[in-house]
């Protein structure tokens, strides 16, 4: 049995920004279940305390005199242990974990992720009083960057691993911050945290973790090339023999519709007939014509260039003189949020729009569209894409990083398989968008096989249960170059 130490800077459902979330509120539940003791640790956010529901002072300790306290609570709903750190109130503030209400980053972020990062290795070297030392650390993006750096300066250190959510967040701040946070001069280097002339709190994990991986096996080499790599292409090359991708899984329980709560009706890929329901029930609460010919087209997502919303606009025009109606609901760029809300007074009985979020509305969009799109220019892992197969809607997607890995183009060869789940294009173009739209139409059209490509992805396997024994193997890897 490993002993692990998961360290996050967000974990649902106690405080969620993004996909990190989803992992660390999942992968940890998954490996508890395949008999595993882990303990998640993470900034004593307000929030996330609030939704912890009992906690108590488990520790309270030093580091060059100044004080930090460690308080346990519960991942909700199992007994994973989440152990919250803080200090001077750097994380007992309004806002997300990285950005104030205004938006913009908080300005202290290097000292409050530099003061996590050298609590963890606290905790690891079992230095605060728990009488708990974990075999394994492992770290994700780059707010936990420093600690594999850190604690490869310590001796009889527990193993690492360090995980990559989305390279392109990578947590570098200017040269100044590495004098004021008074780091070991020995980490400014260039196979260190040196890039550029600035520190690179990812690099930390990127160099000195036993084992990197990313969330899907194609990210894991895509990262490796000048178009993905965000400048670090060439150090992830140079460590691609430690460097692999591992396909994150998806909760079952929280989406799966023959159970949904949120839904008008729930079905299975035996009851297909039930989704109509919510279809119905999804254009009458957008005020959408109440039109059974129609097809509905959604899209779930942050309003950003990487997940392809400029060309989702730029189509419109053309997807307008299709019989089908267009579903969106996210938030991002103000310049998308407002074209966006033009069309759809333009077009209210063909094009809803929700700017934000809202978890109900989510599950319905799912349940009820018959496609979704997913033209991301590059792709970490997603899980939009395994919710819309289990819920038997088809997903159009670019191929690329997990899409690539989770959704098998209608093709002659994958229907002749039986594998078949959904539509996938290659160029990031409005044209190739555009294309990937009109042969999903042709597709629907045809029942028989729309409802093959619906069935066949309702039953693959999304949960976090291959990908939980996957990581168990990462993390004896990771403990033998550990002791080599």
């Not at 959904?422 to 294309?435: K, M, P």
């Not at 996957?470 to 890897?477: G, P, V």
Request: charged residues 20%; hydrophobic residues 40%; aromatic residues 10%.
């Amino acid at each position: 049995m490993e002993k692990i130490l998961f360290v996050t800077s967000e974990v649902h459902p106690l405080i969620k920004t993004g996909g990190l979330a989803d992992v660390s509120g999942s992968l940890p539940r998954a490996l508890e279940a395949i008999g595993q003791e882990v303990s998640i640790v993470l900034p004593a956010y307000p929030e996330a305390l609030e939704s912890a529901g009992d906690c108590h002072l488990r520790s309270t300790f030093h580091m060059h005199g100044t004080e930090v306290t460690l308080i346990e609570g519960r991942l909700p709903e199992s007994s994973v242990a989440v152990w919250f750190l803080d200090c001077r109130g750097l994380f007992n503030r309004s806002g997300n974990p990285y950005v104030g209400e205004d938006g913009r980053p908080w300005p202290d972020n290097a000292e409050r992720f530099a003061l996590f990062g050298r609590a963890v290795v606290e905790v690891a070297m079992n230095r605060v009083g728990l009488s708990w030392q974990p075999t394994i650390v492992h770290c994700n993006d780059w707010p936990s960057g420093l600690v594999p750096a850190l604690l490869s300066l310590e001796s009889q250190r527990p193993a690492t691993v360090f995980t990559i959510h989305n390279l392109a967040y990578q947590g570098v701040f200017p040269f100044s911050a590495f004098a004021r946070l008074g780091l070991p001069s020995r980490l400014w280097a260039l196979d260190a945290l040196e890039f550029h002339d600035q520190v690179s709190f990812i690099k930390g994990g990127l160099v000195f973790a036993d084992r990197i991986n990313t969330v899907s096996p194609t990210y894991a080499r895509e990262i490796q090339t000048v178009e993905f790599g965000c400048g670090l292409e060439g150090l992830l090359h140079h460590r691609r023999e430690r460097l692999s991708g591992i396909l994150n899984g998806i909760d079952e329980n929280q989406w799966n519709p023959a159970e949904d709560h949120y839904l008008e009706k729930t079905y299975t890929h035996k009851t297909l007939d039930r989704k109509k329901a919510n279809r119905t029930a999804l254009q009458a609460q957008l005020n959408l014509a109440a039109d059974p010919d129609v097809f509905i087209v959604s899209l779930i997502g942050r309003l950003v260039i990487q997940k392809g919303i400029d060309l989702v606009l730029d189509l419109l025009p053309e997807l307008v003189r299709l019989p089908l109606q267009f579903v969106l609901l996210g938030s991002g760029e103000s310049r998308f949020e407002q074209s966006l809300t033009y069309w759809a007074r333009r077009y209210p009985e063909r094009i809803a729009v929700t700017i934000g979020y809202d978890e109900a509305l989510s599950h319905r969009i799912e349940a009820g569209s018959d496609m979704f799109l997913m033209p991301s220019r590059f792709e970490p892992c997603g899980l939009n894409q395994m919710y819309s197969q289990r819920y038997g809607t088809v997903p159009i997607v670019r191929k690329v990083g997990g899409l690539a890995d989770t959704v098998v183009d209608a093709i002659p060869s994958s229907f002749a398989q039986g594998g078949a789940t959904g539509i996938v294009f290659d160029e990031a173009s409005t044209g190739a968008l555009l294309e990937a739209v009109k042969r999903a139409w042709l597709l629907f059209a045809d029942r028989p096989q729309w409802e093959r490509i619906q069935r066949c992805g309702m039953q693959k396997d999304f949960s976090w249960k291959l990908s939980a024994e996957q990581y168990l193997r990462l993390y004896e890897q990771a403990q033998s170059d550990n002791r080599s």
